[in-house]
């Protein structure tokens, strides 16, 4: 075995490489296009050490940046009012919520024909008289980002020129994001303006900001409530912490924050959003959001139940390859991933596909992240029926539409270890929305037999051999 754990210290190193070459976010591409708001968007001054190293946040950004629709989500939702005698119901409409006739014109020119799940118990809450805090935590993609910018929206006074509404995001990147909401549902408020609190954005000093809402990454937002008093952070009415999850995984944030969070006026109405509610985001949580409303959704929860899973047994790599080339043609009847354990791996693996003839896109670490949504956004589209990726680097990312995915190579944590959790996450999605699903598993030693084994035993879930020179198998395997 003495080759294995070579071969896994050296994926040891280029999945930890990757992760941390995930956040080459190639900034000066995105321009928000403020009203009013001078951005300068220098890459190198843009950067913290912190968010160089933090993949959640580029993953986030991902999902951002190729998600047009909103995740269905069938689950229930957890509403724990605060005060139980106030008026919390549920909106099926936007009427419903008798938003101010422009906000109803930007949303309706968003697309946006009903409210989300999170969205229609969130807002009556968010919009209550007396102002209500709130803690909200449902998955990404279920429309958290609309639904805070129209409470945003809602209270501020486009009359008064000084800054109202707060918003806080983890990065400069998911700042701009959640801008553009902020404009395209704002547009019919033309006296209405956005300032980016991020670093690189230089005013001159004893200024003072007219623009009525600011986003902008928690240091800079810092300094201009307090070291440079760019903002009074006692008019500001809405204070929101979006992507609370992604925000504590950045070291100095979450202090940032609760010492913005500090300088506010008590009756200021805080709500905090997060796709999860690890302990510490919890915790996070309570230490911002004074008395608070929760509303969780939870995620739909992962099942091997409706998936087929089968192993092949190999000598080699090239074997593996050889195995694959068989299979081709049943997986790409759907779209099919492809996961190996290295880049170098996949890169090899999309060459020698490509070789054969076959159509296929490579998803590596090494990309910036707009080459990766470029990539999954064509994958989406079905332009490519096989994507070949790295777990690393697919981690966290949604592909819905997968119905079939190959385990060129085992999940395995750093102790070379079977990681069920990694297992479950890219194959658990497959058999989603009632389809059937297909996850096929590349062994090819003992090691890796022993690894399925293991995972085998993990779920409780026998996982059939499967013989790829037998055509009937296969026919079998694609129906
Ligand atoms: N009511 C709606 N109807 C139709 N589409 C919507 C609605 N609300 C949001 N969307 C769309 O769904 C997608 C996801 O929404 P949004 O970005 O608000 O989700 P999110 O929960 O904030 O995600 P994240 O956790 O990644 O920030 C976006 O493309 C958005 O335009």
Redesign the pocket.
């Known amino acids: 075995m003495a080759t294995d754990s070579w071969a896994l210290a050296v994926d040891e190193q280029e999945a930890a490489a990757e992760s941390l070459s995930n956040l080459h976010l190639k900034e000066e591409k995105i321009k928000p296009e403020a009203n009013g708001a001078i951005v300068k968007t220098n890459a190198n001054e843009e950067k913290t050490d912190e968010e160089e190293k933090e993949d959640r946040a580029a993953q986030?950004l991902l999902?951002?940046l190729i998600?047009?629709?909103?995740?269905d989500n069938t689950n229930q939702v957890e509403v724990l009012q605060r005060d139980p005698s106030s008026p919390l119901y549920s909106v099926k409409s936007f009427e419903e919520l008798r938003l101010k006739p422009q906000l109803l014109q930007g949303v309706y020119a968003?697309?946006?024909?009903?409210?989300?799940k999170?969205?229609e118990n969130a807002l009556p809450l968010m919009l209550a008289e007396p102002s209500q805090n709130l803690i909200a935590q449902?998955?990404?993609?279920?429309?958290?980002?609309?639904?805070f910018v129209l409470a945003m929206l809602s209270q501020v006074e486009p009359a008064n020129r000084f800054p109202q509404c707060l918003c806080l995001s983890p990065t400069y990147e998911l700042a701009l994001q959640t801008g553009k909401?902020i404009e395209q549902m704002g547009k019919f408020y033309p006296e209405l303006k956005l300032a980016y609190a991020v670093r690189g954005n230089k005013l001159e000093r004893g200024q003072k900001i007219s623009e009525q809402i600011v986003i902008g990454t928690p240091g800079t937002v810092l300094d201009w409530c307090s070291k440079l008093k760019f903002i009074d952070p006692k008019k500001i009415k809405v204070f929101v912490l979006?992507?609370a999850d992604v925000m504590i995984a950045t070291q100095g944030h979450q202090d940032q924050s609760i010492r913005i969070q500090r300088m506010l006026p008590r009756n200021c109405q805080m709500l905090l959003?997060s796709?999860t509610f690890e302990d510490s985001v919890w915790k996070f949580a309570q230490k911002v959001v004074p008395d608070p409303n929760i509303i969780k959704l939870k995620r739909e929860e992962e099942t091997l139940d409706t998936i087929k899973q089968y192993y092949v047994l190999c000598n080699n790599r090239d074997e593996k390859f050889q195995a694959l080339c068989n299979l081709y043609g049943a997986i790409t009847i759907a779209q099919a991933m492809i996961f190996c354990h290295t880049r170098k791996t996949a890169s090899w693996l999309a060459a020698e596909l490509s070789k054969e003839g076959h159509q296929v896109a490579l998803l590596s670490g090494e990309m910036m992240v707009e080459q990766r949504a470029a990539v999954i956004e064509r994958f989406r589209e079905g332009k490519e029926k096989v994507l070949v990726t790295t777990n690393v680097c697919a981690r966290g990312i949604d592909v819905e539409q997968v119905s079939v995915v190959i385990n060129f190579d085992l999940p395995v944590d750093k102790d070379g270890n079977p990681d069920n959790e990694t297992y479950l996450h890219r194959i658990g999605r497959t058999g989603r929305f009632g389809k059937r699903g297909l996850a096929v598993n590349m062994v090819d030693s003992k090691h890796s037999m022993s690894i399925l084994n293991r995972i085998q035993e993990h779920f409780n879930k026998k996982i059939e051999r499967l013989d790829t020179d037998d055509l009937d198998e296969i026919e079998k395997i694609a129906n």
């Open positions: 986030s999902n951002k998600r047009s629709n909103l995740v968003m697309g946006f024909n009903r409210p989300s999170i969205q449902s998955q990404s993609g279920t429309g958290k980002t609309a639904a909401v979006d992507e959003f796709a």
